[in-house]
């Protein structure tokens, strides 16, 4: 998952083409805008950091919910579905306003509600990435999110390691992390943040899913009742006969 990029639409499909020859697939939120234009009156292919993308081996496509709140066209926003064998999940990728920014809490809160809004609309496990600019158990729906059994990876990370998640910003604070459905928690087997250098400010935080080869749903086809076993009478037939008789 990739949050604050600064692709424009330009950019975003040059960059998928580039990744498809790599038998990688992607989606990508709204477009962020371009940031100027260049000498020669084209736009420019950055614009303000503030846009979110997914990048996957496995087949993957945008959520066909449909919204009309203001959020679901945010450049900060993106829900898809991911199909990893026999195995399906909701992947929402967020990037949260900073806290200097004017009513942030309120924005990043307001974010979170409509993400899980969308999620619950489809019945799927689901796990919500990105830079969440701020430790997720202040956000209003964490308690709720707790009580139902999701854990963050900071959470995993204590449980598998017993030490805390290394920070992920500048040596300090741990915006970049994960929220993980109950379903999914069990196969969480790794929790990581890679070293410094491989971007500007933020350390990318790996972690590993592994599912059993069956899925983790039993699939059910259930059959017709036999006639017998409805209670018809013969009245009944005799009525349904002459109703489909007219």
């Known amino acids: 998952a990739m ?12 960059f998928a083409n580039n ?36 990048i996957s081996k496995f087949p993957i496509r945008l959520s066909r919910n449909t919204s009309e709140d203001p959020f679901v066209l945010s450049s900060r926003y993106l829900h898809c579905v991911v199909k990893a064998g026999p195995v399906q999940i909701q992947v929402v990728t967020l990037y949260c306003k900073t806290a200097s920014a004017n009513g942030a809490a309120r924005y990043n809160n307001g974010l979170l509600n409509f993400a899980l809004e969308q999620i619950n609309k489809i019945a799927l496990p689901y796990i919500i990435l990105g830079d969440f600019n701020c430790p997720i158990p202040s956000l209003e729906a964490w308690p709720h999110l707790e009580h139902l059994g999701c854990q963050h990876l900071g959470q995993i990370h204590s449980r598998i390691y017993g030490a805390p998640m290394e920070p992920t910003c500048m040596g300090s604070t741990t915006p970049d992390n994960g929220i993980i459905s109950p379903e999914l928690v069990q196969y969480v087997q790794k929790v990581a943040v890679l070293p410094d250098g491989i971007f500007a400010t933020h350390r990318p935080v790996l972690f590993k899913l592994t599912f059993p080869h069956e899925g983790l749903f039993k699939e059910i086809i259930r059959t017709p009742k036999e006639i017998v076993q409805l209670g018809l009478e013969k009245s009944d037939l005799n009525a349904a006969h002459y109703l489909t008789k007219d």
């Open 3 to 14: 949050a604050e990029t600064a692709a424009t639409d330009a950019t975003q499909r040059h």
């Open 19 to 54: 990744l498809r020859k790599e038998s990688c697939h992607t989606c990508w939120s709204v477009p962020v805008l371009p940031a100027k234009t260049t000498v020669t009156s084209q736009p420019h292919t950055r614009g303000k950091a503030s846009g979110v993308g997914l």
